[in-house]
């Protein structure tokens, strides 16, 4: 988990803030680490360093949500602990599945999620569809994802939601994302479809 005050929720959400710089005796988050930050989801962490004080910038100051590097440097406070610049960006609502961010997909983990896609499409194709949609267009707002495929949004939303109880996709603050394991999944989707087909004859 990482703490930030409530000032800084909405630019974390809406991508204006991109730093944050943090006082610890040892580092507390790693690059590509995914920590939740309470209420608005998860971040990512995207790079991690230890800088000097003097190094800090007008512009770090603002990637950080301060106005001014002044107000942004009574807020860090003078310490004897390293200072680490975080580089990080909103990474969903936080009610993703764990594995989602697993692309290391093993014939008996691919096999399952086949498995449990076909119980999804018993009354109709749709899976493939829907996440080349999502692939194709990346937090783009369901409605308009709906239109896209003529149907009613709410109906929509439904049939995401049950991909990403598989891990297959990822929700936004505007909008979706193919996981990790849901590009993964859609590769090799395929050839599994192939083959089974082939073993069929």
Do not use: N
């Not at 360093?49 to 002044?70: I, K, M, N, R």
């Not at 390293?82 to 909103?90: G, Q, R, Y």
């Not at 449990?116 to 783009?140: F, N, Y």
């Not at 049950?162 to 297959?168: E, P, T, V």
């Amino acid at each position: 988990m990482l703490l930030f005050q409530k000032r800084f929720h909405q630019g974390l959400v809406d991508g204006s803030i991109t730093l944050t710089f943090r006082r610890w005796a040892k580092p507390h988050v790693k690059p590509g680490g995914r920590y939740r930050v309470h209420p608005i989801g998860v971040v990512m962490v995207d790079a991690l360093e230890v800088v000097a004080d003097h190094e800090l910038t007008e512009t770090d100051a603002v990637a950080c949500g301060f106005a001014s590097l002044d107000e942004m440097k009574a807020y860090l406070r003078p310490g004897p602990e390293p200072l680490f610049k975080v580089t990080l960006h909103h990474a969903g609502d936080g009610d993703r599945v764990e594995h989602a961010t697993d692309a290391k997909l093993d014939p008996a983990a691919l096999a399952e999620l086949t498995k449990r896609v076909a119980r999804l499409e018993r009354d109709g194709k749709w899976v493939k569809r829907v996440m080349l949609l999502i692939d194709r267009h990346p937090r783009v707002a369901a409605s308009q994802l709906a239109k896209k495929l003529a149907r009613e949004t709410l109906p929509f939303k439904v049939d995401v939601r049950k991909l990403k109880k598989l891990g297959l996709t990822m929700s936004f603050e505007v909008g979706y994302e193919l996981s990790p394991r849901g590009r993964a999944f859609l590769k090799r989707w395929a050839s599994v479809k192939r083959s089974g087909k082939a073993a069929a004859r």
